[in-house]
């Protein structure tokens, strides 16, 4: 089956302490991003990934870093993560960036 | 630059009744535009997408949009809603900037019984 997989679902952890999301796919799509979700606001991109190893920022990149070392895998990273990183955040993939994306099914990170 | 604009932040209807949910886009060039759904505590899923083909384009579930080059516009509608439609759905415009999707605020449906 066709799918982005996230890890972990929900985490709660506290200011500074680094904390890595997960993201993997089994699609073989060359495309990869993050995203968060705030009310009011829809999703607004954190990092993409044309390639392995091509990264580049998207709207919202402080505080966040990600690698793309194979294909499948895009991790985001929270060095020193603060109160307002708190939000859900989705990864997905596509074959190309203009065409349909999925989408993993969310990761609702809490920072105290 | 491109932008997405839903016009409504939340639409009640009742079930069995016609579903519209509006969108409004800024493109420089033709854009591929897309409707997404997100059901609580889910993943987005696609609706449909429009890649400059026909500009009425249909999608799953009996949701269609009508794109409108004059009036900028990509409105999703349903002739008849049902209870499984609430949900919260997302206009999206992908940008020519390393094809990046830029998401409009959503429109969270709720349908009445």
């Known amino acids: 089956e066709a799918q982005v997989t996230q890890n972990p679902r929900y985490l709660i952890t506290v200011t500074g302490k680094k904390l890595t999301v997960t993201c993997s796919q089994n699609?073989?799509?060359?495309?990869m991003s993050w995203y968060r979700q705030d009310p009011g606001l829809g999703l607004r991109q954190i990092y993409y990934s044309m390639n392995v190893e091509v990264t580049d920022k998207g709207d919202v990149p402080e505080g966040y870093k990600v690698s793309r070392k194979e294909k499948r895998n895009f991790p985001l990273i929270l060095e020193s993560p603060s109160p307002n990183q708190t939000s859900l955040y989705f990864c997905?993939?596509?074959?190309?960036?203009?065409?349909?994306?999925?989408f993993g099914q969310g990761t609702r990170l809490t920072v105290v | 630059a491109q932008s997405v604009t839903q016009l409504d932040s939340h639409v009640s209807v009742s079930e069995g009744t016609p579903v519209l949910l509006r969108c409004n886009y800024s493109s420089s060039y033709s854009p591929s535009l897309f409707w997404y759904v997100q059901h609580p505590n889910k993943g987005l899923q696609l609706l449909l997408k429009y890649t400059s083909a026909a500009t009425l384009v249909k999608g799953i579930n009996g949701f269609e949009a009508e794109f409108k080059k004059s009036e900028t516009s990509f409105h999703l509608t349903k002739p008849s809603a049902h209870m499984s439609d609430a949900a919260e759905y997302f206009c999206v415009v992908s940008g020519n900037q390393g094809g990046k999707l830029i998401f409009g605020q959503g429109t969270e449906l709720s349908v009445k019984p």
């Open positions: 997905a993939s596509s074959l190309e960036p203009w065409t349909e994306a999925f």
């Open positions: 699609m073989n799509h060359e495309y």
